[in-house]
C-alpha cells in the first residue's frame, strides 16, 4: 500500500511526507520543482526524505495529462492521494494568472483523472485554502458561509478545485476531501510568506513592509498542527451526505487570529534585533484579517491546533537560523 503526497519539494507536501515515512509508510511524492522560489531550498528538502527507503520520486508536472498513465503502469496500490501542489502565493496571481489555472486547474483535474483510474483508492484529500473566504464579513470563517467572493484568481482556483472535486465524488464516487489552510508556517518554511521575508530582512537589516498599515490579522497556524490535520483526514473517507455524494471541506487553522504587529514583535524579540517598518496601503487581492471555525475540524478529524505562535515563531527562527547559518 502506497499513498502518493504531491508537492512534496514544497513546504507542507515535504512535511507530510516526512512524518509518514518517519511512520514506515510507503510514500510516492511528485514535484515539477518549479522555480517560483529558491530551488535549492526545495532540494534540500527533496534530499531529507530520498533518505528513507519508502520513499520514491518523480519529477513531473501534474497539468500533463500523461501522468495517469505514467504513474498507473509503476504504482497499483495507491490507496491515499494527498494533493498538495499548486501554484501558492495570492500576490503572485496578479502577475502570472496563467500558471494559476495550469497547476491549479489543470493540474487537479489530473489528479483527479488519476484517482479514477486507481483501482485501490479510498480517499482523495487536497488543498484548498482559507483565500476562498475572500470578501466574507462574518467572522470566524465557516465551512457553511457561501464563499462566492473570491477577491484573487489564487482564491478563485482553490474554490474551483472544490467545485470540480464535488463533481468527481458525485459522478465517480471518489470520495474527496478539501483542506482550507489558515497561513501555515514553521520550519521549512517558503520563503515568499511574511513570517519568512521578516526574518530575513531583519536579519540583513532591510526595511520591511508592513500592509494595511499594520491593521492586519492573520490565523498563523503552526505546520505541525497541519501534518496532523491532514494525516487525521486521509484517514477518513468522509460519509455520503444526503445526496449520497462523499464529499466534504475543513478548515485547517488555528482559531486564534493575531495581530501582525504582534507577531512582528515576536520575531524582534527572538532575534534581539528591532525591525525597521515601511507601512504600506491594503494590497489588492489581500484580505485584512482570517479566522477559523474549527467546529467540524475537531468533532470529525480531532483536529486540536497546540501551537501558538510565542512558541511557533521561536521554532521557525531556530530552523531558519541553522539552515542558513545566519
Ligand atoms: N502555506 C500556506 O500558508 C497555505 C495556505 C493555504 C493553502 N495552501 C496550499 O497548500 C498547498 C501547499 O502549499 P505550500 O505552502 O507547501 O506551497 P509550496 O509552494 O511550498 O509547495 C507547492 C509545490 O507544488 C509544486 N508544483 C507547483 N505546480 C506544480 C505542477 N504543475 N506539477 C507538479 N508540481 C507542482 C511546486 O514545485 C512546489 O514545490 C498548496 O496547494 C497551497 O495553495 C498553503
Not at 515539477?32 to 508536472?61: M, S, W
Not at 464516487?173 to 489558515?182: A, D, E, H, S, Y
Request: net charge neutral.
Amino acid at each position: 500500500m502506497a499513498k502518493i503526497v504531491t508537492g512534496v519539494a514544497g513546504f507542507i507536501g515535504f512535511s507530510v511526507a516526512r512524518a509518514l515515512l518517519e511512520d514506515g509508510e510507503t510514500v510516492i511524492g511528485i514535484d515539477i520543482v518549479n522555480d517560483y522560489y529558491d530551488v535549492r531550498l526545495k532540494q534540500a528538502r527533496l534530499r531529507i526524505l530520498e533518505a528513507y527507503p519508502g520513499f520514491t520520486f518523480h519529477c513531473r508536472d501534474l497539468a500533463d495529462q500523461s501522468l495517469v498513465a505514467f504513474i498507473t503502469e509503476r504504482h497499483t496500490d495507491v490507496t491515499e492521494i494527498i494533493h498538495l501542489a499548486a501554484q501558492a502565493g495570492v500576490r503572485y496571481s496578479l502577475i502570472n494568472p496563467y500558471a494559476y489555472v495550469q497547476s491549479n486547474i489543470q493540474a487537479h483535474v489530473v489528479m483527479l483523472e488519476l484517482a479514477r483510474a486507481l483501482p485501490g483508492l479510498r480517499n482523495f484529500v487536497y488543498a484548498s485554502s482559507s483565500s476562498v473566504y475572500g470578501g466574507n464579513k462574518e467572522s470566524p470563517f465557516s465551512i457553511d458561509h457561501p464563499v462566492t467572493r473570491p477577491i484573487s484568481l489564487y482564491a478563485a482556483t482553490k474554490r474551483a478545485d472544490e467545485l470540480i472535486s464535488y463533481t468527481y465524488s458525485h459522478l465517480f464516487k471518489i470520495p474527496t476531501i478539501g483542506l482550507r489552510f489558515f497561513t501555515v508556517y514553521g520550519p521549512w518554511g517558503r520563503p515568499d510568506m511574511a513570517t519568512f521575508l521578516f526574518t530575513d530582512a531583519i536579519l540583513a537589516g532591510r526595511p520591511i513592509e508592513v500592509f494595511n498599515n499594520g491593521e492586519m490579522w492573520r490565523d498563523f497556524t503552526f505546520i505541525d498542527d497541519i501534518v496532523a490535520g491532514i494525516r487525521a483526514a486521509h484517514l477518513r473517507p468522509p460519509p455520503p451526505d444526503a445526496d449520497g455524494v462523499r464529499q466534504t471541506v475543513y478548515n485547517l487553522g488555528n482559531h486564534r487570529p493575531e495581530k501582525l504587529m504582534d507577531m512582528i514583535s515576536i520575531i524582534e524579540q527572538t532575534l534581539g534585533r528591532k525591525a525597521e517598518i515601511k507601512f504600506r496601503p491594503m494590497q489588492p487581492g489581500d484580505v485584512p484579517s482570517s479566522c477559523a471555525d474549527i467546529e467540524s475540524s475537531r468533532r470529525d478529524l480531532g483536529f486540536e491546533p497546540k501551537t501558538n505562535i510565542s512558541e511557533g515563531l521561536p521554532r521557525f527562527i531556530a530552523w531558519y537560523r541553522e539552515y542558513y547559518q545566519r
